[in-house]
């Protein structure tokens, strides 16, 4: 498959030129969509679906338990599906636990810290409570657990790769884009969750469906998990998905093109659509790669893409009194037109404005 089939192929898998029917759905198809940044892994499911959906439109699937945001893999924040979340975690979980010792070590984090951050936090939410991080740091202090010096981030992601807590409801903001999330029970907060035969089978398929064409690697990549592990869900049978190449994957069947998808797009920082894969000059140039990152901050920077190819970056600020700026378009190559750019600028700021 050359790379001109392979970026259209993606984009249709993205929902990116075959757009879902609603937010919800784009969730579910994409099962977990990268949200280091929360206001850009929103726009990546507005992006995704059809109609015009607003940021508050949104957040409402958050207060409404539909969404939630946790550390899925990688150690990195990730909008999931309510009902999906424990199985994720049952595949992912474990991994980025073990890896997180060394830094719990360093930061005095033993057993009894961790024992005592889960008793303190359980009993401050249970009932239907929530809580903002700075809440829950505080819950902490109050226990004898200094949450400085990032003890308390590390204290409470444990618990939310053990699927104790997530991020939850999203707390309003006046006249700002809302950037912030209240910590909840899994247990209370979580209505439905699905349960799959094969947790890593299933990982692999989702990704495929969401993802595809793309490799056991990629999906190792992705989901912050061995190669080992990644290869051998690769290897189980599913009528969702097949190989269209040796060791290449896609869905079956694919989702239906929409006619009138813009071609050029304007998408969030940490962009699945880029981020998802080992080799990233698919769907970027190679020049490029230094100016979309990541870089050495590990930041990833918006993208603007024309027929699934990185022309440019782009810039806009969501503090309070500027989120109504328009949107700054750098452009790296002369692969748009300034109109479309223009159009694809303005359908963020409607969203983010909304």
């Known amino acids: ?62 207060d409404r338990g539909v969404l939630v945001r946790a550390w899925t ?8 599906p309510a009902e999906d979340l424990a199985w994720v975690l049952g595949v992912t979980g474990d991994r980025q636990l073990r890896m997180a010792v060394p830094r719990h070590r360093e930061l005095g984090l033993g057993a009894a810290e961790l024992a005592t951050t889960e008793r303190v936090v359980r009993a401050a939410l249970r009932g239907g409570n ?9 819950v902490l202090d109050g ?44 247990e209370e907060h979580i209505w439905r969750s699905a349960a799959p035969a094969d947790p890593a089978a299933e990982l692999f398929v989702r990704y495929i469906v969401g993802h595809g064409p793309a490799t056991a690697e990629d999906f190792a990549w992705w989901a912050g998990l061995t190669l080992g592990v990644a290869r051998a869900a690769a290897a189980v049978p599913d009528a969702r998905i097949h190989e269209i190449e040796a060791g290449l994957f896609a869905a079956r069947p694919r989702p239906r093109r929409t006619a009138d998808s813009p071609t050029v797009l304007a998408l969030g920082p940490f962009e699945e659509y880029y981020i998802s ?20 901050n590990g930041m990833v920077r918006p993208i603007l ?3 699934g ?35 694809a600028l303005g359908r963020y700021a409607a969203f983010i404005t909304g």
């Not at 940044?37 to 499911?45: P, T, V």
């Not at 929530?130 to 505080?138: H, I």
């Open 1 to 62: 498959m050359d790379q001109r089939m392979l970026r259209a192929e993606r984009l249709r898998s993205h929902r990116l030129s075959a757009p879902a029917r609603s937010v919800a759905d784009a969730a579910r198809h994409m099962l977990a969509v990268q949200a280091q940044e929360f206001w850009a892994g929103r726009w990546a499911l507005a992006a995704r679906s059809s109609g015009a959906a607003t940021l508050r439109a949104v957040d409402r699937l958050f």
């Open 73 to 80: 893999q990688r150690g990195t924040l990730h909008i999931v």
């Open 130 to 138: 929530a809580l903002t991080r700075t809440e829950l740091f505080g």
């Open 143 to 186: 226990a004898g657990i200094d949450p400085s010096g990032q003890r308390g981030l590390h204290a409470v992601q444990s618990l939310a790769l053990r699927g104790i807590v997530c991020q939850g409801p999203v707390v309003g903001r006046e006249d700002g884009a809302t950037r912030e999330q209240r910590f909840v029970l899994c």
């Open 277 to 296: 894969y080992q080799d990233r000059t698919v769907a970027c140039p190679p020049e490029h790669l230094a100016a979309v990152g990541p870089g050495k």
């Open 305 to 307: 893409l024309a027929d």
């Open 309 to 343: 190819v990185v022309v440019g970056t782009w810039r806009h600020s969501t503090a309070v009194g500027r989120h109504r700026e328009d949107p700054v378009p750098e452009l790296l190559t002369p692969g748009a037109a300034q109109d479309d750019v223009a159009a």
